[in-house]
């Protein structure tokens, strides 16, 4: 995959093969903020994890920097979060969205991560530019359902756990990160659950003044 690495120098390219796709769940700071995000989700009938986070390993091969996704059915969605990933020892600050079955997610968790590709945005940031504000750095996302356009979510990176602690808990269960992609956690929804056909997401670093934008369309494949 390739991408453009965004500097206080310029913008350089850089491209490699994804190794692994990690995708950590339930990942809040504020452990109140996490159990809402919880009870929403057993709200729809789905069986979460007692110990908080959770890794779950992916294929890469679900990695997508396409303007348009397909899913089956329509109960499914995004989720905003940054994504960090490791490169020739540097550490990389990306944008995605853990687009995600909700009724398969009724079932497993993990299957529902598998079932759906993944985007990601094309930028990236060199995370040691950012690192001592980083927790400032703000999250958004909003769907377009119905033609209209909502917003969905809004935090800031310090809603989750510290990069640190994500990256320890990781490491655990997957020692080896170079030329990963490791999604980290997303912020809570404002109003429930939405099904549209196009999610947007943003990275906002006031401090800096840049940001990191994704939006991809969602092509529902109608079941027979």
């Not at 692994?20 to 994890?49: M, Q």
């Amino acid at each position: 995959m390739e991408w453009n690495v965004f500097t206080k120098e310029g913008r350089k390219s850089l491209s490699f093969d994804v190794r692994r796709l990690i995708v950590v769940g339930f990942s809040g700071y504020d452990v109140e903020k996490t159990l809402d995000h919880i009870r929403e989700l057993e709200a729809e009938g789905i069986r979460c994890p007692k110990e908080l986070p959770v890794v779950y390993e992916c294929s890469p091969a679900l990695l997508t920097q396409a303007e348009e996704i397909a899913v089956v059915a329509g109960a499914s969605s995004g989720e905003v979060e940054y994504l960090l990933m490791e490169h020739a020892a540097k550490t990389y600050i990306g944008l995605g969205s853990d687009h995600t079955d909700r009724a398969l997610e009724a079932v497993s968790i993990h299957k529902s991560k598998q079932s759906c590709a993944k985007p990601m945005a094309r930028d990236l940031w060199d995370y040691s530019e950012i690192a001592e504000h980083f927790a400032s750095i703000r999250l958004l996302s909003s769907q377009t359902v119905n033609g209209e356009t909502v917003d969905y979510q809004a935090g800031v990176t310090g809603d989750l756990l510290s990069l640190e602690t994500i990256l320890a808990k990781v490491r655990s269960e997957i020692q080896d990160l170079e030329d990963c992609v490791i999604y980290t956690g997303t912020v809570p929804l404002k109003q429930g659950f939405k099904f549209g056909e196009r999610f947007s997401c943003a990275l906002i670093d006031d401090r800096i003044g840049r940001r990191i934008d994704l939006g991809y369309d969602i092509r529902v494949i109608e079941e027979h």
